[in-house]
């Protein structure tokens, strides 16, 4: 069975300061997808970053930056410079790779940047 | 391009009611998956549709909860004789197969709260 644990419940941070949200999964796939969602307060999801399980290149995008490590089963998110619009509950995900591929979800961090 | 779109975006109901959802998927996504997310948690998979045949369904649907995708394009989800624990957030999304991996777009949920 897969299952992802995100052990932080809530961050505080003031503007501008980096913050890494934490990942940790289990799955006995060989192949196998990571994604990080968020959930601002109007509560749709949305997409952020997908990894895939043969590529641990860590990359930057903008403002976000991802550390793929599959020895530790962790996929942490880190935002740089953080903006009081990065205030959102923000999810972990994984799936296999192939047909079925229904996302299994951590329980989510509360990030919330102060001015 | 219009995004996932889920009618009504609440509903109240009353204990012992039958309540029904509708979400209407990106255009030619061909995959569509229903979640449910209470409060203080991750989405958790419920159900999933490839055209319209239903592929998949998780423990958590009970013989109460029915969902069809009669035409491959939108779906409903309806729940019968409702309790107060299906009280929650169901989130519909998409997607459309893309080599072994589908990028998930969410609708905005439907919040069900059962008095």
């Known amino acids: 069975a897969q299952k992802v644990t995100q052990a932080q419940t809530e961050i505080s941070v003031v503007e501008k300061e980096d913050v890494t949200l934490d990942c940790v999964y289990e799955t006995r796939d060989t192949t196998y997808y990571l994604f990080w969602y968020k959930q601002p307060p109007s509560g749709e999801l949305v997409f952020l970053i997908r990894r895939n399980s043969f590529d641990e290149q860590n990359e930057i995008s903008g403002r976000y930056s991802w550390n793929f490590q599959k020895s530790t089963s962790s996929f942490n998110f880190t935002i740089t410079a953080s903006q009081v619009v990065d205030s959102a509950v923000y999810f972990c995900a994984l799936s296999k790779a192939g047909a079925n591929s229904k996302l299994t979800f951590g329980k989510g961090i509360t990030l919330s940047v102060r001015p | 391009d219009t995004g996932v779109s889920q009618d009504p975006r609440h509903k109240i109901t009353k204990r012992g009611q039958n309540v029904t959802f509708r979400c209407d998927p990106i255009s030619e996504h061909n995959r569509l998956y229903w979640y449910r997310q209470t409060l203080g948690q991750g989405p958790e998979f419920l159900t999933y549709?490839?055209?319209?045949?239903?592929?998949?369904k998780s423990r958590l649907l009970s013989d109460r909860f029915s969902a069809e995708r009669p035409k491959g394009s939108f779906s409903t989800l309806e729940i019968q004789r409702t309790e107060q624990g299906d009280s929650a957030m169901y989130l519909c999304?998409?997607?459309?197969?893309?080599?072994?991996?589908?990028?998930?777009?969410f609708g905005p949920g439907t919040r069900l709260t059962v008095l």
């Open positions: 999304a998409s997607s459309r197969v893309l080599a072994d991996y589908n990028e998930q777009f």
């Open positions: 549709f490839q055209n319209e045949a239903q592929l998949e």
